[in-house]
């Protein structure tokens, strides 16, 4: 009887797990399900190829969002900026303007949510504090103007340590992030954060979110080991050698289910 008694408790037990697991699962897809993103930003989150005008082979974290029940309209392209001295869709403002233009004559849903992800690209290619700066605001002014009512979801970028040859990129993107703008000649990626959190909060009537890129996973773009699992191989080159930026599939299903998370608790909250 006590044997009896302890298979239907352990059964009991068991039944309670998996359904406090299917819980989770089904809640954290179900507050993602039916919700609307649009998605400004640089390579991280692109997902067409541009050269060849057709549907990038790789998948990127976007696909975590669609996994979970969301709608996207992914607008990002690489090597995109946030300054304004990129023309068209090599700006994020141009990426919001033609999103904006075009689910305006009906050709694209209006989103819920506008993510926006990027910073790198200004960094790799010279662009002024000023001049990024100023191409942030510029997306604030466009959002007042045409979507007031957009929640934003601002991901900092994360920290990047490239591992090519090229030295205008090794040396200003490579180690920039250490060191606090204006202390050191360049733009880098904490000045980049601030400029975002400031921007946002001189616009109050635009409700922005914010989510910590360095805290989204524990992928160390400095270690060797998580280069060879999570850079290597990145856009389905098995031969190359990752260089801190840019994510193989596993490196994106990472970021995108830390992300999912994120966007779970905002939504909830």
């Known amino acids: ?22 819980t989770i699962q089904v809640k954290a897809s179900s507050l993602l399900d039916g919700k609307k993103f649009a998605i400004i930003g640089d390579s991280l989150s692109s997902e067409w190829n541009y050269d060849t005008n057709s549907p990038a082979s790789y998948s990127t974290w976007v696909t975590e969002l669609r996994k979970n029940g969301a709608q996207t309209t992914n607008w990002a392209r690489g090597g995109a900026t946030f300054s304004n001295k990129m023309n068209g869709n090599l700006s994020l403002s141009g990426q919001l303007t033609d999103y904006l233009d075009a689910a305006e004559k009906g050709y694209y849903f209006k989103a819920d949510y506008l993510i926006i992800l990027a910073g790198g690209n200004d960094i790799a290619n010279g662009m002024s504090a000023e001049s990024t700066r100023d191409g942030i605001e510029n997306i604030y002014k466009i959002l007042k103007q045409r979507w007031p009512n957009v929640k934003v979801i601002n991901i900092l970028s994360p920290t990047m340590a490239w591992r090519d040859e090229n030295a205008k990129r090794k040396n200003i ?13 360049y733009l880098n990626l904490p000045y980049i954060r601030n400029s975002v959190l400031e921007v946002a909060n001189k616009y109050p009537s635009i409700k922005s979110y914010t989510i910590e890129g360095n805290k989204l996973t524990d992928i160390d773009p400095l270690n060797i080991d998580h280069i060879q699992l999570y850079y290597k191989g990145a856009f389905n080159n098995s031969n190359e050698v990752g260089d801190g930026v840019h994510l193989n599939s596993l490196g994106h299903f990472k970021l995108g289910t830390a992300i999912v998370e994120k966007l779970v608790n905002i939504l909830n909250s």
Do not use: A, C, D, R
């Not at 009887?1 to 299917?22: P, R």
């Not at 993107?173 to 000649?185: Q, R």
């Open 173 to 185: 993107v490579g180690t920039s992030f250490e060191k606090v703008y204006p202390e050191y000649p």
């Open 1 to 22: 009887m006590k044997k009896i008694l302890s298979i239907i408790l352990s059964l009991t037990v068991l039944f309670s797990v998996i359904f406090f697991q299917n």
